[in-house]
């Protein structure tokens, strides 16, 4: 029992998504913007210690969230409780110092500190901010979901810069190659911060009840709920047309697979998600709103594998 718990504690399905994130972002796009000539040294090996750090790092995360968010989960979901039901408390804390460390451990064993201290610096605020996301800034106004949705754009950030450590100037007025991979973290990321921020108001209306039994300051218990749907909806109707506007961007090209691709997968179904939002009033109702969400979440990263065939 001990073994399913932890890893249903660590979230693994969302350990998967951020390691496929990163692989399809490595493949799919930077390794075919610049083909094999023009890979470093150690470039694989930096990347697989960069993914097993964002993975670990984030599961620390989970872990720290479950324990302070005990009392609460207990009221919104005591069915999935993991926390002192199959997992001691002190071993979770002793498995989210762990993972931290190992963490932190990767990115240094990754990235030199002479070259990428920034990067360094950056994971080891990840794992502060997590921190404290956990004991106080996700019972905040926005700001936890914020928080979260910028850690989101950082799965994909981290990459970028690993390559282009602090020269976003120096890429914007050279290769064409370097402004068209700038240009691919900066959409990828993007379409990840506004999803992720959609999805984490939405769960925050499913766990109204538990949140407002604690104390907690979420955008539904401070503005309402219909306040928190429209919120929700601007961001699907701000996501929508610019995914359609970068699908008439690139149709001239010829991209039409990946064009419908994404008006069925992606655009479809935050349609549907944008018509039930309005609709739904129960917990129930919005984790499935929040599933889907989820799915689009993945069907959006997915798209990467269509620059296999058209980089």
Known sequence: MIVPAFF?????????????????????????????GG????????????????????????IINDYFDLNIDQVNKPDKVIVNVH???????????????????????????????????????????L??????????????NVLISLLTAWVIFIIFF?????????ILAVDHNEVR??????????FAFIISLIREVIKDMEDMDGDRRYGCKTMPIVWGLNASKVFVAV????LVATIVVVQFYVLPFGWWHSALYCMLFVVAPLVWIFR?????????????LSSVVKLVMLTGILSMVFFMFYL
């Open 181 to 190: 991979f700038f240009r691919f973290a900066v959409l990828y990321a993007s």
């Open 276 to 288: 039930k939002l309005f609709r739904a009033q129960s917990p129930e109702d919005f984790h499935q």
């Open 162 to 170: 690993s390559k282009y450590p602090l020269q976003i100037n120096t």
């Open 8 to 36: 249903r504690l660590i979230r693994w399905p969302n350990l998967v998504f951020i390691a496929l994130t990163q692989v399809l972002f490595e493949f799919c796009i930077y390794r075919k913007v610049y083909p094999s």
């Open 39 to 62: 890979m470093m040294e150690g470039e694989t090996k930096q990347f697989i210690f960069l993914v097993i750090a964002s993975v670990v790092i984030a599961a620390a995360g989970y």
């Open 87 to 129: 997992i001691n408390r002190r071993w979770v804390i002793f498995w989210h110092m762990f993972l931290s460390l190992l963490g932190l451990f990767f990115t240094v064993s990754a990235l030199p500190i002479a070259q990428h201290w920034h990067l360094v610096l950056a994971n080891f605020g990840s794992i502060i901010l």
């Open 235 to 238: 961001w699907i109707v701000v």
């Open 131 to 144: 921190w404290f996301y956990s004991t106080n800034l996700k019972k905040q106004l926005l700001i936890g």
